[in-house]
DNA sequence: TAGTGGTCTAGACCACTTC
DNA sequence: AAGTGGTCTAGACCACTAA
């Protein structure tokens, strides 16, 4: 038998989904359950949490719990990363996203911070460089109007980005262009990237700067950009709201037995 | 200030990551904690919940809480599905994956049930069909050893795999060959594939089903698969323990400026 | 200031594992 | 039978929000 708290939770559960309470709209009050006979009010508070946990609703202090309205997931393909955007145009791709969808551009939706740092070990291994090896690190923080989405490391190389834009300690939101606009112009233009992504609980700071419902998971993704010539330009990590953003990617099926050349 | 349960969990996390407590060690005995002075016994089970949450440890009842030995992530790229492996061997791709990495194959590592269901809206939607549609439903419970590591139902329109082999009653784990060479056998050769992935809370039955820690979280895995005519073939869905698997897509940088046919 | 969710306690009892 | 984590209660108090 499921205790009391798990039972209490299935049944609201069931009204949320059933719509008998819609998104943006207040569940009963603790005490009122309390009252009605749901049980003691650590019972029906665990059975808030649960469904915390399981992102239905939001709870605060003062307030009260209300069911959480899930904005749909946001789809990234790689057309986000086209030459066109930041090659032929001035506008960083994000910003081209925006305009796309008709939304204002506002300046703080993007902050940074630029810095030498000892590589952690994952960007080491992925330079080939001893681990603790000084590097660039671009830190930003993607919002969208107020809402933070995710945050996006990228690790260069100092022979690579020395006297560029890039490492500028106060430029825009990247300047011009963007990051890859940055190193087309000083000779390196990308020609392919690998994308690896997985998923883990947040970090108890990530819930702070992301503004994460408590016990929400997040997306890492680990991407590595690359020359014609296979140099390995830019390494960066970000970390993604879990109930944000969806990946699609196309391929064609391998065939080893086959000559084609890359995959 | 944080609550005393967060700070409690946060000394025994810093001490497991530490290496005090080493993967499959017991932690202290929630009574005990009690008795040191920690806190009551509710403050003390909330902190280790939080540690659950978190993924660090397990608990269990009459047994004890043990800090978590969590494997190396399995990555998955997308060489999984070389036509090598299904087309001119005779081994599934999955069991070719064992025997590369040296592990035996065991007749009940998947498990299958097939039968016409009504398609669901996200399946209905890829097929380009009205909701309600009959299809055929494929579904496998993929386990690695004793332990369940993810769920795959493929789903298939009817005028493409009656009379296969793909929706025998009694197959084996998809017979000689798996179900992309039960459709090349048909006709249908496989060209290339999109997959879309998120991840999202785990639902009580997967929970069950996958042996998820409570509170793990899943990957939810769209996968098209397409001839070179661009015929949709299959349409599976995955459902992944979020802490097992990582995937891995290389591709090139989109330039819509160049004639370059398919990106 | 009133009302909300969140924390904490002390203790009783339950469900499960191990011996 | 003994010992583990899990549930539940009743009530006190805290932290935050809104009028």
């Known amino acids: ?58 709870s605060s202090r003062g307030h009260g719990t209300v069911v959480r309205s899930l904005a749909p997931l ?28 008709g939304r204002a551009y506002r300046r703080n939706e993007q902050t940074q911070t630029v810095g030498l740092v000892a590589a952690p070990p994952i960007v080491a291994a992925a330079y080939g460089v001893p681990s603790g090896t000084e590097v660039y690190a671009r830190a930003r923080l993607v919002k969208e109007g107020d809402r933070p989405t995710h945050t996006l490391t990228s690790y260069y190389l100092p022979e690579i980005v020395e006297g560029t834009r890039l490492i500028d300690p106060n430029p825009g939101p990247a300047g011009r262009g963007g990051g890859f606009r940055v190193l087309y112009d000083a000779g390196y233009e990308i020609d392919h990237m690998t994308e690896e992504l997985f998923t883990r609980p947040a ?21 590595s950009t690359y020359t014609a010539e296979d140099l390995l330009v830019e390494f960066a990590i970000g970390v993604h709201a879990g109930s944000r953003f969806s990946w699609r990617y196309d391929f064609p099926v391998p065939d080893s037995t086959a000559n084609k050349g890359r995959q």
Chains 1, 2 share one sequence.
């Open 1 to 58: 038998m499921a205790p009391k708290w798990r039972e209490l939770a299935d049944r609201i559960a069931a009204r949320i989904r059933n719509g008998d309470y819609a998104p943006g709209e207040r569940l009963p009050h603790i005490r009122e359950l309390v009252e009605a006979g749901a049980g003691s009010k650590s019972t029906v508070h665990a059975a808030y949490k649960a469904l915390e946990a399981e992102g239905l609703v939001t």
């Open 203 to 223: 970090a108890a700071n990530e819930v702070a700067l992301l503004q994460l419902p408590s016990s929400e998971w997040v997306i890492e993704l680990h991407r």
């Open 74 to 101: 946001k789809r990234l393909g790689i057309e986000r990363y086209d030459k066109a955007k930041w090659r032929d145009g001035d506008q960083v791709a994000f910003i081209a996203d925006r305009v796309a969808s």
